[in-house]
């Protein structure tokens, strides 16, 4: 017989999975709606594409300019590509046009962010349903119609909350729920917050870590509804209905730059770091309403810097500071490493690795644990600024972005003669 306290879990498990399936990943499997696609792990659930590239890259589709300086990546659904760029001291949104890259429209929704590396936004827009949630660099924060470019509310999240921007600009991609935004501002008493999606109103803020480029992660864990930052300081889960602190966990944490995203299965969750820092694998573990963290292993052997692995099967994919690296999940057992294209950035679709440098080289490599075994490459021809934005795979198309340029590459099946 069930106690009424486990089925009680039982039912807000299943309520979480509820959450998830009604959130921004319930879309076509075509689609790449937010940061990393779907689920925010970098999987695309594209299939039927090609399984190796003739000399000198798959199709080129389509190129287009307008994009405007930035390192903001892609999201695409409703037959739309939508990301954000700046000109002049202006950030905006925009959407392009998904079979021809015409651009559709662009909307002003915040202050341009200028640095040392690189002007412009870094996040990555989040469709869901008819709505486009963004933030830029400097803080502004946007509900925008996402067939028409319209603002339904905007707030800056720094001025809000009386923070203060970082080094490299808030480089974090919203996290959409079914009922609200949430985001990291970093400020004192206002480390995160929820806002209300409808209007904007805030529904809860707490903590008071500096924030750091990373973006959160949904992942709930025995029926406690969870996100998953990872600030300047520690990664840190929280309740999503209350702001509430869950766990915390401080090892895996520099104190230049927290960049990539958290990676969950089941009840375990990787946090990694670069700067000579490293990658721990910690256990969650739920008690009623309580989330505790326990450290499973630490490892200097993949530190991501700008770019997260991608998890498939048992094992992590991932450049650990300038080095391609499959590393099991479970106990960091290193299978290979290898320089493959260059330090950049990378994501899965049907069977295969899609590699980015940083110095605009792509390639398609296997994603095995047997060996590094490329099927092909091609480079873009780039400007001064580092190639930061990642890669998209979508509608049988790879999507690149250098600064101003995008690039649209036909990788179906039957689109190229094979080798």
Known sequence: ??????????????????????????RAPADWPQWRGRNRDGISAEKGLLKSWPRGGPPLAWKAAGAGEGYSS??????????????????????????????????????????????????????DGNHLFALGASGDLSSIEAATGKIVWKVNVLRHFGGSNIRW??????????????????????????????????????????????????HPVGGV????????????????????????????????????TPIARGDRVFLSSDYGTGAALL?????????????????????????????????????????????RFDDAQVAWRDR?????????????????????????????????REHGRFEIRTGNSPTWSHPVVAEGKLFLRDQDMLYAYDVRAGSAPQK
């Open 340 to 372: 493959s294209v260059g330090k950049g950035s990378l994501i899965f679709a049907d069977e295969r690795l899609y590699l980015f440098s940083e110095r605009g080289v792509v390639g398609l490599a296997e994603a095995t644990p047997s060996g590094y």
């Open 74 to 127: 892609f999201a695409v659904a409703n037959g739309r590509l939508y990301t954000l760029g700046a000109r002049g001291s202006t950030e905006y949104v925009m959407a392009f046009d998904l079979a021809t890259g015409r651009k559709l429209w662009e909307t002003a929704q915040g202050t341009r962010f200028s640095n040392d590396q690189g002007d412009g936004p870094r996040g990555t827009p989040v469709v």
């Open 169 to 218: 600009g808030l480089s974090e991609s919203p996290l959409v729920l079914p009922d609200r935004v949430l985001v990291a501002p970093g400020a004192r008493g206002a480390a995160f917050a929820a806002f209300r999606k409808s209007d904007g109103n805030v529904l809860w803020k707490s903590g008071s870590d500096p924030a750091g480029y990373s973006s959160a992660l949904f």
């Open 1 to 26: 017989m069930t106690k009424p306290h486990a089925a009680a879990r039982v039912i807000a498990a299943a309520i979480c999975v509820f959450i998830l399936s009604t959130s921004v990943s319930n």
């Open 283 to 327: 256990q969650l573990s739920a008690t009623g309403n309580r989330v505790s963290a326990s450290e499973i292993y630490f490892t200097n052997d993949m530190r991501n810097h700008h770019a997260t692995a991608v998890l498939v099967g048992d094992h992590l994919y991932g450049f650990s500071s300038h080095i391609l690296t499959a590393m």
């Open 225 to 260: 509804p969870q996100a998953i930052f990872f600030t300047a300081v520690r990664a840190v889960g929280v309740d999503t209905r209350d702001g509430r602190e869950l766990w915390s966990y401080s090892r895996v944490a520099n104190r230049t730059a927290n960049i990539a």
